[in-house]
């Protein structure tokens, strides 16, 4: 297990390398004089301006020494100043992340909430009508663009009916987002869950327990439950990186202050030291959490550190 | 961006062992009329793209077409914006830019994604597995993360988007590919094409890509739908399409600040990239099943 | 590393925990003003910005050297009055006692001082630097600070009663911080950027001017600007009380304009605003005067105003905003372009361009309401003479940065873009054209040069002949077409049941008398 997780470890760090190294040279996509585009404040930046703010970024050194730069600024916490403000970027995204989180689990416990009842519900009943609406339903749910189911709930719940605020602060107003963020990841699991249960079902000791004359709801809660809960909970896994990517979008619909607005409005101002501690940010906590998923699982299931 | 087919994809392979053929035969049925109905809106769609100037009964960027903020009749049948150009005619033409950005999007992805997966594939060995180390890595983080970076950086317009979009998809591509090829490669006949003395080239070409090629089908056109989907978001973030363009993610973008008064703004185009991404998914689907249903694995 | 495989649980962790992520702390409070804007301030250093924006939130936190009462007459400030020499090259200010910063120190002559050296030291790289004269020396004596020009600059105090002159506490400026420490009627607490910039009641403040009339604190406890991008989400937070104050999207500011239960505030005539095109004009061809004054000839402002803002701004030929010593619009559209399709289209032909060889160029512009649907409708109107047009957007700061390099340039593609100005004075054509000027768009022409620095000797009817003389120049030589005014950040609306709300210069809003119900 310990060799399992320093393993699990080892290849964390080397992901966070090639992340952080390849988050260091997107500064050389930039068309044109990236320092030059940085000092937008001024009006004028004199020569010296530049030059200064080149050192400061490491920009003057050769290619390959500028990633160490960057990285020995990252180990002692400096992940640089925004242009905008020139505050440190550490400090502006760490007031984020708290709300970014909160919309990214609001919108996976309403994924999971929904998605897996229907799911198993849609196995359990296989085949029915009720089966192809769901399946439906998923099909549309992985198709609609959560920007614009964002409007169309806004649309209904604030502007028609009137139950819900468009923006805010408290918990209310993050009810649409969560659910506009939601839908897409609970079409995905119920998907799973449905291919999931179908096989347990057809699994031996489900016929057995059957056989025995258990109970349909005892063969179905303790029986075809549990197994079926480990697979889709891989999925969880899979999903996690990729809602947080859909927050990103979701927040700027609806003016939730979290980490994708102010990475959007960091691109509209070509803020790019906030754009790069930005996106290692969100690669670190989708390292971290897979990680941290992983040695989860292997603790479940010790056959996994064996591997 | 949004949604993710690559992980919609990625379910667990035993998860989708099938029970009995009865219930497979069901289920290819029900699949081919998802393929049917798919495939029918793709067709419907591009023949709307390629004949959008004789559709549209207005010129999409005319301003002043009808009176300004037109609610939905007879004239203007989705409405007019805020420019009183007619919504309808801008759609019709966005079906020209969806089609064009998926296409691009597609084709850089999976060129590129092929051509990694499959020599990685091929050559086997420490290079074969230190590429696909590097693809597993990228492939880590979501598409978003890595189409958002780039269009930081590159500058934000519809060029710019698409590339993104295109290269974000890239890993998902060469897994794919990887895994096909590498189970085709094992066969006898490649084998016996390298006995009768075939150059690695030839093999690849002549033999490998045949067999390869229907479950890229599949994931060519799942991955369009995500392109599509995800190229709209970029726009609508204001880093994909500039205006005056009739693309629906940015018409969603524009229109949100109508949708007080004026929702026909938001609804027309939010309507057209629902329809669009799902029938991609649906043809998707459908032709993965109609090939094989055992194909099913392998594309996942 | 295969992530799709192997990931397990925690999520039941994750979702435990779920439940100890609080939302944010309420911000309302009843005695709190809430004023919601679509976008957030720069920067909170005077002398580092030049935009509404921040200026709407700095003139709450520092006061002015200077005021100007409602005829524009200059009154005094944190400076209790002023003197200015016959030949305009010499000016004292004598400053009021007492006056406490927000951290409990004078602010002194010194401090004034400070901020004036601050500002035209050309290491600070303060765009405004020009807008101070040309300033050889400033003097502290006691109480008095005496500034000595190399030229003559009657427009000095007008400017000093501006927002671009506003006046911080040494202490605000600290290495690359910025703390803002001011002597106004609003304290500093904190910013989130593009979120929240809260500010607290100074119970201590004294109020000198002359446009406010509570002579003391101002009544609420908090001033808290939110940033809002979406129209529809400030209108709701309006309706529901979540704010008190919101910048209103021009279809609601109509709507609401007729609604007895709201009020909109659309700058009380002092906006001093105008927003107009600019060229790159040493980029060929439109280095050449008939294409300047085609593309003048090609753009309607009538159907901007109509179809960008809804009717709620007024076309303007000139240069100098409404209400501003030279403002003739008789004049200026003598002088100016109007919109003529076929005279542009003549033009180009001469230069020789035509349907087989169309013109290209790039409109540069930054984001704002009213003004993007005007770029697109622009857009159109160049394309029927002939001309295409590619529109790129940058956020203001950053198309300030970028136009600074463009406009410098004399190759590569033409460029035309849309910029718009506010003050007090028409002093500010100096600010504009005086090379390098603000965002580039010197011109190198000496005797517009002479006439800027002229005007600036002159005063009365002299200086009006003079600042007519600048904008027949800039009009005959189409080196700007004037569109529309006002156009940026006018706009305010609340309940009615709020009262006191007030726009000084340049749409600064004032919160001083406002009273919640």
């Given at each position: ?66 990633y160490?730069?960057?990285v ?11 242009i905008?403000?020139s ?13 970014t ?6 919108g ?12 198993f ?29 964002g ?6 719940f ?30 995905i ?30 063969v ?57 501690g ?24 010790p ?5 | ?46 023949l ?30 989705l409405g ?7 919504i ?33 594939a ?5 290079f ?39 290269i ?12 096909v ?27 490998l ?38 693309e ?25 990239i ?22 099913r694995?392998?594309?996942? | ?41 720069d ?48 000016f ?19 401090a ?8 035209v ?15 050889t ?26 927002a ?5 506490c ?47 604190a101002?009544y ?29 999207s ?13 009020t ?15 060229f ?26 109509d ?23 008789k004049?200026?559209?003598e ?10 289209k003549a ?80 002093d500010?054509l ?32 002299e200086?009006e ?30 309940k009615?049941?709020v ?5 000084g ?13």
């Amino acid at each position: 297990m310990t060799r399992f997780i320093l393993r699990r470890l080892f290849t964390a760090l080397i992901t966070l390398i090639i992340s952080s190294f390849l988050v260091c040279m997107l500064i050389h996509l930039i068309p044109g004089d990236p320092v030059a585009m940085m000092m937008a404040q001024n009006s004028s930046p004199t020569p010296e301006q530049l030059a200064a703010m080149r050192h400061m970024l490491g920009l003057d050194l050769p290619l390959w020494q500028q990633y160490f730069h960057y990285v020995g600024r990252l180990l002692t916490g400096d992940m640089g100043r925004s242009i905008f403000g020139s505050e440190p970027v550490g400090k502006l995204l760490l007031e984020r992340l708290p709300n970014t989180f909160a919309l990214a689990f609001a919108g996976l416990a309403i994924a999971i909430g929904f998605g897996m009842p229907l799911g198993f519900f849609a196995a359990y009943k296989k085949g029915s009508w009720a089966d192809s609406a769901l399946m439906a339903f998923a099909v549309a749910g992985v198709s609609v663009p959560n920007f614009w189911l964002g409007l169309m709930l806004v649309l209904l719940f604030s502007m028609t009916l009137g139950w819900l605020p468009v923006a805010g602060e408290d918990w209310r107003s993050m009810i649409l987002p969560a659910v506009t963020l939601g839908v897409t990841y609970m079409a995905i699991i119920a998907r799973m869950t449905r291919s999931a249960m179908i096989e347990v079902f057809s699994e031996d000791f489900i016929r057995t327990a059957r056989a025995k004359g258990l109970p349909e709801s005892i063969v179905m809660f303790r029986h075809a439950l549990r197994p079926a809960m480990i697979s889709v909970v891989t999925i969880i896994g899979v999903v996690f990186g990729y809602l947080m990517g859909g927050a990103v979008v979701v927040e700027n619909v609806f003016s939730w202050n979290g980490l994708g607005r102010l990475a959007i409005q960091a691109i509209n101002y070509r803020d790019y030291p906030l754009i790069q501690g930005f996106i290692l940010l969100f690669a670190t906590i989708i390292v971290v959490m897979s990680v941290l998923l992983d040695i989860a699982y292997a603790w479940l299931d010790p056959r996994i550190s064996v591997q | 961006m949004s949604v993710v087919v690559p992980a919609a994809q990625s379910l667990p392979a035993p998860l989708t062992r099938m029970a009995s053929p009865r219930r497979l035969l069901l289920r290819r049925m029900l699949r081919s009329r998802s393929f049917l109905i798919g495939g029918g809106i793709v067709v419907f769609v591009a023949l709307v793209a390629i004949f959008a100037p004789g559709l549209a009964p207005f010129d999409p960027d005319r301003i002043g077409a009808g009176k300004r903020l037109a609610a939905p009749g007879a004239k203007f049948l989705l409405g007019t914006d805020e420019f009183g150009r007619d919504i309808l005619s801008r759609v019709i033409f966005g079906a020209r830019y969806t089609l064009y950005i998926g296409l691009v999007a597609v084709g850089i992805g999976l060129l590129c994604g092929v051509v990694i997966g499959a020599t990685a594939a091929y050559a086997g060995g420490w290079f074969g597995g230190l590429l696909m180390r590097t693809i597993d890595l990228l492939y880590t983080f979501p598409d978003v993360l890595i189409a958002l970076g780039l269009v930081a950086f590159l500058g934000p317009n519809l060029t710019n988007a698409m590339i993104a979009v295109g290269i974000s998809a890239i890993p998902y591509y060469a897994r794919v590919t990887y895994g096909v090829v590498l189970s085709e490669r094992q066969k006898p006949y490649v084998d016996a094409a390298q006995v009768v003395g075939a150059g690695h080239l030839r093999v690849v070409v002549r033999h490998l890509m045949p067999n390869v090629l229907p479950p890229m089908i599949v994931v060519a056109s799942l991955g369009f739908s995500a392109a599509v989907l995800s190229a709209a978001a970029l726009s609508f973030l204001g880093l994909g399409a500039q205006p005056p363009t009739p693309e629906w993610g940015l018409m969603l973008s524009t229109g949100r600040n109508y949708i007080t008064r004026d929702p026909w703004l938001v609804i027309g185009p939010g309507v057209a990239i629902f329809i669009t991404v799902m029938a991609f998914n649906l043809f998707g689907d459908g032709v993965r099943d109609l090939l094989d249903p055992r194909q099913r694995q392998r594309t996942q | 590393m295969l992530p799709s495989l192997r990931h397990a649980v925690l999520a039941s962790t994750l979702l435990g925990g779920l439940a100890g992520v609080s939302p944010q702390p309420a911000l309302a409070d009843p005695g709190d003003i809430i004023f919601a804007r679509s976008q957030d301030a720069d920067s909170l250093d005077v002398a580092r910005v030049s935009t509404t924006i921040s200026f709407q939130v700095m003139q709450q936190i520092y006061d002015n050297l200077l005021n100007l009462d409602d005829k524009g007459k200059v009154a005094g400030g944190l400076a209790a009055s002023y003197t200015a020499s016959p030949d305009n090259m010499t000016f004292t200010f004598t400053m009021r006692p007492n006056i406490k910063c927000h951290d409990g120190t004078t602010f002194d002559a010194k401090a004034a001082k400070w901020n004036i050296d601050r500002a035209v030291d050309p290491k600070t790289g303060s765009s405004n630097a020009s807008s101070y004269g040309s300033i050889t020396s400033t003097e502290v004596n006691g109480d008095v600070l005496t500034v000595k020009l190399s030229k003559p600059y009657s427009p000095l105090p007008t400017f000093l009663g501006s927002a671009q002159a506003l006046m911080m506490c040494p202490a605000t400026i600290q290495g690359s911080d910025v703390k803002p420490v001011g002597t106004g009627p609003w304290k500093f607490v904190e910013w989130v950027r593009n979120d929240r910039l809260v500010l607290a009641r100074n119970p201590d403040y004294v109020n000198v001017n002359p446009l406010v009339t509570n002579p003391g604190a101002p009544y609420a406890a908090r001033l808290i600007f939110r940033v809002i991008p979406e129209g529809p989400s400030r209108m709701a937070a309006l309706k529901t009380g979540e704010v008190t104050f919101a910048e209103p999207s021009l279809q609601d500011a109509a709507d609401l304009a007729k609604d007895k239960t709201y009020t909109v505030y659309t700058g009380a005539g002092r906006t001093g605003q105008l927003a107009y095109v600019g060229f790159t004009a040493k980029i060929p061809p439109l280095n050449d005067v008939r294409v300047r004054r085609a593309i003048g000839y090609a753009l309607d402002r009538d159907s901007m105003v109509d179809i960008g803002f809804n009717g709620l701004v007024q076309a303007s030929p000139c240069p100098v905003a409404p209400g501003l010593l030279g403002y003739d619009p008789k004049k200026c559209a003598e002088w100016a372009t109007s919109y003529d399709p076929e005279k542009a289209k003549a033009l180009l032909k001469e230069v020789g361009y035509g349907p087989d060889k169309p013109l290209n160029i790039t409109l540069s512009v930054s984001p704002l309401q009213g003004w993007d649907e005007s770029d697109v409708v622009m857009q159109q109107q160049l394309a029927a003479v002939g001309i295409n047009v590619k529109i790129e957007q940058r956020q203001f700061a950053t198309w300030v940065d970028y136009m600074s390099g463009k406009n410098k340039e004399t190759t590569g593609t033409p460029a035309i873009w849309t910029m718009g100005m506010s003050g007090p004075d028409p002093d500010y054509l100096v600010f504009l054209f005086q090379p390098p000027g603000y965002a580039g768009q010197g011109i190198d022409d000496p005797e517009l040069q002479k006439m800027l620095v002229d005007q600036r000797a002159l005063s009365g009817a002299e200086r009006e002949a003079k600042v007519l003389e600048i904008q027949k120049f800039l009009l005959t030589n189409a080196y700007e077409v004037p569109l529309f005014t006002p156009g940026w950040f006018w706009l305010a609306t609340s309940k009615s049941a709020v009262t006191g709300f007030k726009q000084g210069y340049n749409v600064m809003p004032l919160f001083n008398d406002v009273k919640l119900p």
